[in-house]
């Protein structure tokens, strides 16, 4: 399995960006695919998860309303729009796939990870 990640950048506060996940190796059917952030001198934290069988969505309460996961299965591609940019929201971005139908927000529970992908919000 290999994740790829892109999509990162500089942008100003208030700004959007749209990163993308593109997977290979295996279907993706059963799994739930998630991003996550690490902003240095943190742990890595969850940010957003999707069911990839039925499309579910789950965000932690720090971008709800603010980011979007999506996927589109023809193209095995996982996305996260992001607006309403924040300088907090300064990370390394990476994302990740979990053998799992449950979403777990903790990065053990994942199996495989992308390189990540750095975004960076001016204010």
């Known amino acids: 399995v290999q994740l790829q990640a892109s999509g990162g950048g500089l942008v100003q506060a208030g700004d959007s960006l749209r990163l993308s996940c593109a997977a290979s190796?295996?279907?993706?059917?059963?799994?739930?695919m998630s991003w996550f952030r690490q902003a240095p001198g943190k742990e890595r934290e969850f940010v957003a998860a999707?069911?990839?069988?039925?499309?579910?969505?789950y965000y932690a309460d720090s971008v709800k309303g603010r980011f979007t996961i999506s996927r589109d299965t023809a193209k095995s591609t996982v996305y996260l729009q992001m607006n309403s940019l924040k300088p907090g929201d300064t990370a390394v971005y990476y994302c990740?796939?979990?053998?799992?139908?449950?979403?777990?927000?903790?990065?053990?529970?994942?199996?495989?990870w992308g390189q990540g992908t750095q975004v960076t919000v001016s204010s």
């Open positions: 990740a796939a979990d053998r799992t139908w449950n979403v777990h927000t903790s990065t053990r529970s994942y199996d495989y």
């Open positions: 190796g295996r279907t993706f059917t059963g799994y739930v």
């Open positions: 999707i069911r990839w069988s039925d499309g579910s969505t």
